[in-house]
């Protein structure tokens, strides 16, 4: 059966100006045709019936047109497809932060109106092995798909659009909380030099892994042989009122509709309530699934469980599962149950120790192929819910603590290494683009230090996978968060935005955006994500299309120190240095030999130059600039683009 790879379908966007490769899968030895415009290009597929074309590079082009893959028996034909600029969107939760959450009054939302704006977003999936294909399709931009896009790469694509003129494109993949590390390759993890420290802690983890789930396994069965008596095994609680809630044809009189997210106040329990409680949704298959193996994907749960799908068991996890309450719901579903209509999903939850939200997820909840060779089938938001009993609290005493474990990290975790590359960026590899934003950093805090050299890494890794002869790579910095420093100290939130300057001034063709302006003290996801898509496109417009266009702030270039006063050199300036609120300077601080850090007073002494003091440093040795989490910082340049923070020491501990 001749299949395209989900990159390629209707309303997509083509890169210009680059050759085009294309391809998908058919039976092994067939040859393949490619058609587009007055480009055509063939392929034969290999024994393992895989095959790839590249069709010549061709210009921009905002007329739709077809895209044609044909062999002897069958034809697709792609409409609506468009050339123009195609970006990559990538990272932690401040790129997957949809335009509907910035927007909640939906005023951006009402005007995104561009179809030749689409975006291509990428199923949230992680895997063992390089993957190839994943979920997703191609959306026009418009009032009733923006709330759902990136809102980064939402200002970004509409910067971009407006000053081009030409379709853009943006492929959004990007996972809550995930590591940098998790984005890169095994085989760039596991040989370039800067990924040392990863494959140390990837290899103990493992190691670890194994020996404590044989301990904890063994531990928790002897434990129950000791107390069965006193706590009862949790299969046998609540089954009389409970007997057929999990068969397919049961009438729902009685239950609950269950608002999201499923914490346990939203199900008439208190926190400190333990129970047994039933969820209840149907999935409706229009057809039969394609070939291959299908997963029933239910997030990250909470609780223990056993999972039925059209009354049939098909698998569970409990106490005895280590790690149970981390590990992702994902069970496989028999071929012989997955026929064309409706379907009904069961789970029992045993909400034991369990304090907060019983049932969460960062992915959407359905069913989906477990080699990505077709789109998931979600669940509707239809959950119904009842509650088969409270239950009585068991001797702490005598109850196993499983969580007090010292647990590594785990193998099916966002941190770790190249599980997300391996389902949402290998299937994509290598579709032509200009480049990538790129907004993560948190969750590599604890080796901070590290974080410059693993960037590049990733950079370094990317680029070689892609084989383009540029590719672009924009980087967005951390926003504030928490209360404000009057007065600059540690912090490893500035040592990251540190590690992201510097390696957008090393590495060739990366640039990067400040967002220390953007920030809310509470919200480490905060809702002005205009100034940052629109900053990365400024730079993009000047660095991969050449047009005179400011993008970078002031940065420091030089100090000289003349008695107690040092003057501060920056670069970058525009028509002279300004404060957001036309008061002096803040933000600065100096230091003398031994690196104590004092506030500093500042003043602009010049179009680019900043004057600093500070009572009782005689001798000022050292200098920094908005080096803290949420820094009292208010340098711009002349139309208002946010000085770096910057430190003339390279110390982490103070």
Known sequence: MLKLNSMFGNHMVLQAGQPLPVWGTAAAGTTVEIVFGAHHAMATADDQGRWRANLP???VSNRPAELV???PTERIVLTDVLVGEVWLASGQSNMEWTL???DPEGREIATANVPEIRFFKVGSKMSDKPLTDCCGTWV???PETAGALSGVGYFFARKLYRALAVPVGIISGSWGASSAEAWMSGEAI???ASCACVRKMRDDSLRQMKKKCS???KEMEEWYQTNAAAVPDARQLCQEIERHWHEKTLSLEGWTAAERPFVKKLLGLSNADDAVVWFRNELNLTQKPGAGEWELDLGVIDAQIEVYFDGVKIGENNDKTPIFWLKPAVFKVPRKLLTAGRHTVAVRMLLQFCAGSPYESIRTLGLYPREGQAQPIWFAD???FRVAG??????????????TWNWPLVPWSMLFPAKIFNAMLAPIIPYAMKGTLWFQGESNIWMVDKYKDLLTALIRDWRRLWGQERFFFGIAQSSEIGKVAAIPGKSNVAALREAHFQVAMSVPDAGVASSIDTGEPENVHPSNKRPVGERLANWALACAYGKDVKWLGPRHVSHAVNGSTMTVQLSDAGDGLRTTDGQPPRGFCLAGKDLVYKSATARIAGKDRIELQADGIAEPVHVRYGWAENPEANLTDSIGIPAFSFRTDDRFDI
């Open 140 to 142: 026009r931009l418009s």
């Open 390 to 403: 409270k239950l009585p609290k068991p001797d702490a005493t005598k109850y196993k603590t499983y969580r």
């Open 57 to 59: 590079a061709t210009g």
């Open 100 to 102: 509907g959450a910035c």
């Open 215 to 217: 301990a904890y396994a």
């Open 69 to 71: 893959v044909s062999c």
């Open 190 to 192: 596991d040989t370039d």
């Open 382 to 384: 239809n959950w119904m």
